[in-house]
């Protein structure tokens, strides 16, 4: 059982744009910043979004992130085939004195 | 280029011991805090500790206190974790992962290396 709430899996068409959800509590993403990681099959997780809604450099303007209170989002516009991985949030929590990440959620383009 | 090299894994019995080497290029070793991060198979990421760039500060996450240790050496650029009394539950995939920034601007997990495997079986 993940800290943080994702749905398990999430799907869109070519051209779609699609929104994964990441939910948590005060001690986390209430009171912390959110950050986002994507994975490729059999390689090792990617930086996606820093700060809830920072983009590193190489990571295109069609991936957002959002945060509202205990919950964040992430978006991801323009689908396109090579999107297909594993998407994972991310937050420091004060009551653990640790990070936590929520379960992860597979995008599949159909 | 930043790169993040672990070694280390392999087949361990229940109960039995192993550590894990990170060897670290391409950055200032000692300017930055290092974390593991796990993955068992099939399965999401679950972060296992982290260390302060001088090795001051140490956070375990609560399925690993008290059994593992991690560790740096600066000169080395090396980053340690040493997995004792492994049980069934602990065999994942084990990435070393840098933090990058400062105060506000603080980025965890900001590159990651390709990971090294941990079975724990009899």
């Known amino acids: 059982q993940s800290v943080l709430t994702q749905p398990p899996s999430a799907s869109g068409t070519p051209g779609q744009r699609v929104t994964i959800s990441c939910s948590g509590s005060s001690s986390n993403i209430g009171g912390n910043y959110v950050y986002w990681y994507q994975q490729l099959p059999g390689t090792a997780p990617k930086l996606l979004i820093y700060?809830?809604?920072q983009r590193p450099s190489g990571v295109p303007d069609r991936i957002s992130g959002s945060k509202s209170g205990t919950s964040a989002s992430l978006a991801i516009s323009g689908l396109r085939s090579e999107d297909e991985a594993d998407f994972y949030c991310a937050a420091w929590d004060d009551s653990l004195s640790g990070w936590v990440f929520g379960g992860g959620t597979k995008l599949t383009v159909l | 280029e930043v790169q993040l090299v672990e070694s280390g894994g392999g087949l361990v019995k229940p109960g039995g011991s192993l550590r894990l080497s990170c060897a670290a290029s391409g950055f200032t070793f000692s300017n930055c805090s290092m974390n593991w991060v796990r993955q068992a198979p099939g399965k999401g990421l679950e972060w296992v500790s982290c260390?302060?760039?001088?090795?001051?500060?140490?956070h375990y996450a609560d399925s690993v206190m008290g059994r593992f240790t991690i560790s740096r050496d600066n000169a080395k650029n090396s980053l340690y974790l040493q997995m004792n009394s492994l049980r069934a539950e602990d065999t994942a995939v084990y990435y070393c992962?840098?933090?990058?920034?400062?105060?506000?601007?603080?980025?965890?997990?900001?590159?990651w290396g390709q990971g090294a495997v941990v079975t724990v079986s009899s």
């Open positions: 992962a840098r933090d990058t920034g400062s105060g506000e601007l603080w980025i965890p997990f900001d590159y």
């Open positions: 700060t809830n809604s």
């Open positions: 260390i302060s760039s001088s090795g001051s500060y140490i």
